[in-house]
């Protein structure tokens, strides 16, 4: 049976609860979870999530020999990260002096102490943990039906930094602007778990499971308007 979505298992991440997000919200799909390079290459689509360390996330993907089929998934098919499997999708991550995988450029970087005070002085905790409201930063397939501002559920001590503006799909703030979502051709990837985030998350996930990149510029306006 033709596997339509590959949820990669490199042994982190909480991979139970996003498959079976996914089967709730295409049930007729075949949804696997698989540490296996050929079921990978084969699917139709790829959700590479992810919790914990860079180090161990970047270590284990390699003693699995799992990244070139990962970075030519990221290259050739519908590609959904979620939390560590976005952050390692860049260049390198200040946590572990880490090399990633280099398909975005740009970096992780750990919140600032310094820097991590509310609007009265107080001191805000690291990791980010709780539900945060996620700004569109581009029209995407992926935000259709989900409305600006929607809350998303977040658990995290880093945050990427792209090189590039506009590989930037949305933002959130803790408590300065920070990416939260990136898109380019046919990956879109999130540092929030959509799987723990409810409707919201939901939403986007069956946006991904039936999302063809190929239509991305006539399925939205690209002038800023929402997706249709």
């Not at 799909?29 to 390079?37: G, I, L």
């Not at 572990?96 to 398909?103: A, F, M, Y």
Request: net charge negative.
């Amino acid at each position: 049976m033709a596997v339509d979505i590959a949820v990669i298992d490199y042994g982190m991440g909480n991979l139970r609860s996003v498959s079976k997000a996914i089967e709730h919200v295409a049930p007729a799909m075949n949804v696997v979870v698989t540490a296996d390079p050929a079921v990978i290459a084969a699917a139709g689509r790829v959700v590479f999530p992810g919790q914990g360390a860079a180090p161990d996330c970047m270590r284990e993907i390699d003693a699995r020999g799992l990244r070139s089929v990962i970075v030519e998934a990221a290259k050739s098919k519908p590609f959904l990260g979620i939390c560590m499997g976005m952050q390692v999708l860049f260049e390198h991550s200040e946590e572990g002096d880490t090399d990633c995988l280099g398909i975005f450029p740009g970096s992780v970087q750990r919140f600032p102490a310094d820097a991590m005070l509310d609007d009265k002085g107080g001191k805000l905790k690291v990791p980010h943990m709780g539900w945060n409201n996620v700004h569109q930063a581009m029209p995407h397939p992926l935000w259709t039906g989900i409305e600006e501002g929607a809350r998303f559920y977040f658990v995290h001590s880093y945050f990427v930094q792209p090189t590039s503006p506009d590989l930037i799909a949305g933002f959130s703030h803790y408590p300065f602007p920070f990416t939260c979502a990136v898109a380019s051709d046919n990956i879109f990837a999130v540092q929030f778990h959509p799987e723990k985030s409810q409707n919201a998350g939901l939403a986007l996930l069956g946006n991904f499971a039936t999302w063809n990149p190929g239509e991305h510029a006539s399925a939205c306006d690209l002038s800023g308007a929402a997706c249709a």
